[in-house]
């Protein structure tokens, strides 16, 4: 059966989160080598450079019949500086905090921030269909993460206000693209946007830090290349093609794959276990999704 123009951008988008994922458990697999959250995130950046940057040169050559008004060349920058690298930096941050698990609970909330942004910005109503699907995979959600709940001390307020920053910033970096990509495209605009982040997180390290980049096992070098692969370069591109075909607001409920795909990944690779509780709320966020698909 062949896939419709917004199916396909399901899946894409569905693969693209997944991806995502997977960074926060490479986080915390980097952070048992006593690594900080800047050089961590520089090496991600370093590692996806080169690739931004030659595929924006790239997409700069073929489009010299198209090229960046002053105010999107403002808009390109702000969205870099917001989405990839606040965000990244204030997620990094606050795994060292909380357990990769609980940050992809805190960091669903961006599905109502990237709707309520978008209400207030675009003057654009939610559907009903989308907040019957918040509302189910928020239920999911909380009670696949029932036990992580319990955390105590400042510690953990201070990793939960991080990643709250990052949702928000995250969310507002959605909204903005979804009125940027059509203008530029999917590859030129996430190109751009992501060879802005690396230069500011570039800036970030040298103002911030020594040069304890050149200092690391060759463990960390090697989780900072799969993060810059696996779940920054490739996941980027098909998130931004997912907004393309879906729009921000319904891309941003299938977020909530996520913190699923964390618990599968994180029970793996980092040996936690998974309970009844969490295979519960699995299926009530995948029916959640699913939601999305009703017609009337």
């Known amino acids: 059966m062949k896939l419709s123009y917004k199916a396909w951008g399901s ?11 997977a960074k926060a458990v490479m986080v915390k697999l980097g952070y048992r080598y006593d690594v900080d959250a800047v ?4 090496l991600r950046m370093l590692f996806a450079m080169p690739v931004y940057a ?9 489009a010299k019949a198209n090229p960046i008004t002053k105010k999107g060349l ?13 965000a990244s930096y204030f997620d990094f941050y606050g795994l060292q905090f909380i ?3 609980l940050e992809r609970l805190i960091l669903f909330v961006y599905p109502t921030l990237v709707i309520f942004i978008t209400a207030i ?24 993460f029932a036990d992580d709940l319990s955390f105590q001390g400042d510690r953990l307020w201070i990793g939960v206000t991080s990643i709250f920053l990052s949702a928000l910033t995250y969310a507002a970096y ?15 605009f996430t190109a751009y946007a992501m060879t802005v982040s690396c230069f500011m997180v570039i800036i970030h390290y040298l103002f911030m830090n020594d040069l304890e980049v050149f200092n690391q096992p060759w463990q960390v070098y090697a989780i900072g290349f799969a993060m810059a692969m696996v779940s920054t370069i490739i996941p980027s591109f098909l998130i931004s093609e997912a907004i393309k075909r879906l729009g921000a607001s319904t891309f941003a409920i299938y977020g909530s794959i996520g913190p699923i795909s ?12 998974i309970d009844v509780f969490q295979i519960f709320g699995t299926i009530v966020v995948i029916f959640g999704v699913s939601v999305l698909n009703i017609r009337k």
């Open 11 to 21: 899946w894409i988008g569905i693969a693209g989160i997944v991806m995502f994922s």
């Open 39 to 42: 050089t961590l995130l520089l």
């Open 54 to 62: 030659y595929i924006a040169f790239r997409e700069t050559k073929k």
């Open 74 to 86: 403002f808009s390109i920058v702000g969205l870099g500086f917001v989405g990839y690298y606040l």
């Open 99 to 101: 357990s990769a698990s």
């Open 121 to 144: 910005y675009f003057k654009k109503k939610p559907s009903k269909i989308q907040l019957y699907a918040i509302l189910i995979s928020y239920i999911g959600i909380f009670i696949a």
């Open 174 to 188: 959605l909204v903005g693209s979804g009125a940027m990509i059509p203008k530029l495209g999917a590859v030129r």
């Open 262 to 273: 964390t618990i599968i990944l994180a029970m793996v690779v980092l040996g936690e276990k």
